[in-house]
C-alpha cells in the first residue's frame, strides 16, 4: 500500500506562480512514475506532467514551457513548479504514482489550486 501526501495549493493572481509537492510512503518501488494530474468543475481529470524514475518528462501542451516537474527519489517526493499561471489552471491538483510493472497506481487526496484573474 502506498500513501501520497499533496501540499502547497493555494490562492494566487494571474501571473503568480506556486510550488506543488507530493511525498509518498508505503511500499515503494524503484521503478515508477510519478505524476500530476488536474480537475477543473465540469471537466475529466487530465494529465499536467509525469516524470519517469530515470527522469524522463511529459507535459501537456497547455503547461509546457510554464510548469516544470522534478523529482527527489531519496525523499519520494516529487514537485510541480507551476509559473505564469493563468485562471484556466484553476482546478484540483492530484498526485499519482505509477508501477507499471505491478499494474498498480494510487492517487493522492487532490490539492485545490485556484487563479484569479
Known amino acids: 500500500q502506498v500513501q501520497l501526501v499533496e501540499s502547497g495549493g493555494g490562492l494566487v493572481q494571474a501571473g503568480g506562480s506556486l510550488r506543488l509537492s507530493c511525498t509518498a510512503s508505503g511500499t515503494i518501488f524503484s521503478s515508477n512514475t510519478r505524476g500530476w494530474y488536474r480537475q477543473a468543475p465540469g471537466k475529466q481529470r487530465e494529465l499536467v506532467a509525469a516524470?519517469?524514475?530515470?527522469?524522463?518528462?511529459n507535459y501537456a501542451d497547455s503547461v509546457k514551457g510554464r510548469f516544470t516537474i522534478s523529482r527527489d527519489n531519496a525523499k519520494n517526493t516529487v514537485y510541480l513548479q507551476m509559473n505564469s499561471l493563468k485562471p484556466e489552471d484553476t482546478a484540483v491538483y492530484y498526485c499519482?504514482?505509477?508501477?507499471?510493472?505491478?499494474?498498480?497506481?494510487?492517487w493522492g487526496q487532490g490539492t485545490q489550486v485556484t487563479v484569479s484573474s
Open positions: 499519482n504514482v505509477q508501477f507499471a510493472t505491478w499494474g498498480l497506481d494510487y
Open positions: 516524470i519517469a524514475s530515470g527522469g524522463a518528462t
